[in-house]
């Protein structure tokens, strides 16, 4: 079994920045992709950004130029530094691992959640 243990989250002005990181434990192999989703109210859980193993980035067309995706494979963390930050980019943001155990079996894992509020 594997945890995602986020934070970071919070209330921050327009123009603002945050940073969030995400922390995986337990029974890990491999981590392949790690990432970030989001789902404002009303809406479905869509991608934010997600990194591999070897660094290579995936934005949404929302957050880039203003969003970084950064990961520590020893450390199996991921971050999620957000500048200039939009009214509407307020939901719960949530991590997801893609992790191989070490029977060789693949699990999408997720966090619990942090609420990112964007509002003067």
């Known amino acids: 079994q594997v945890q995602l243990v986020e934070s970071g989250g919070g209330l921050v002005q327009p123009g603002g920045s945050l940073r969030l990181s995400c922390a995986a434990s337990?029974?890990?192999?491999?981590?392949?992709?790690m990432g970030w989703f989001r789902q404002a109210p009303g809406k479905q859980r869509a991608l934010v950004a997600a990194i591999t193993s070897g660094g290579s980035t995936n934005y949404a067309d929302s957050v880039k130029g203003r969003f970084t995706i950064s990961r520590d494979n020893a450390k199996n963390t991921v971050w999620l530094q957000m500048n200039s930050l939009k009214p509407e980019d307020t939901a719960v943001y949530y991590c997801?691992?893609?992790?191989?155990?070490?029977?060789?079996?693949?699990?999408?894992?997720w966090g619990q959640g942090t609420q990112v509020t964007v509002s003067s």
């Open positions: 997801y691992a893609d992790v191989t155990d070490y029977g060789l079996a693949r699990s999408d894992y």
């Open positions: 337990g029974i890990i192999f491999r981590i392949n992709a």
